[in-house]
Nanobody, 122 residues
Framework: VQLQASGGGLVQAGESLRLSCAAS????????MGWFRQAPGKDREFVAA??????VYADSVKGRFTISRDNAKNTVYLQMNSLKFEDTAVYYC??????????????????WGQGTLVTVSS
């Protein structure tokens, strides 16, 4: 099971980025996928997840971020709009090992991508 994240970069506040996470090793369409992030000096926190057509977001990103997936490509995306300085973090994609279970705490995640850095300048 491998997750390959990409799409991070340096942007100014108010701009947009799209992260991608390509999965391999199993049929990921049967399992929730999503993103956590970790800012410098802070704990890793839940950002968003998708399970079939159901999407879940952290309050801090609701209305600005959109998660989607392409099951044919085994890929999940995170469209991030109206980025803020406080969105600066390393973003980690994840896949749940249990069907219909969306982990909200990092210790409950079984599969992680390698992380991609998003830097938002103010």
């Amino acid at each position: 099971v491998q997750l390959q994240a990409s799409g991070g970069g340096l942007v100014q506040a108010g701009e947009s980025l799209r992260l991608s996470c390509a999965a391999s090793g199993r049929t990921f369409s049967n399992y929730p996928m999503g993103w956590f992030r970790q800012a410098p000096g802070k704990d890793r926190e839940f950002v968003a997840a998708i399970n079939w057509s159901i999407t879940v977001y952290a309050d801090s990103v609701k209305g600005r971020f959109t998660i989607s997936r392409d099951n044919a490509k085994n890929t999940v995306y995170l469209q991030m709009n109206s980025l803020k300085f406080e969105d600066t973090a390393v973003y980690y994609c994840f896949s749940s090992s249990k069907r219909d279970y969306i982990p909200r705490q990092p210790l409950n995640v079984n599969y992680w991508g390698q992380g991609t850095l998003v830097t938002v300048s103010s």
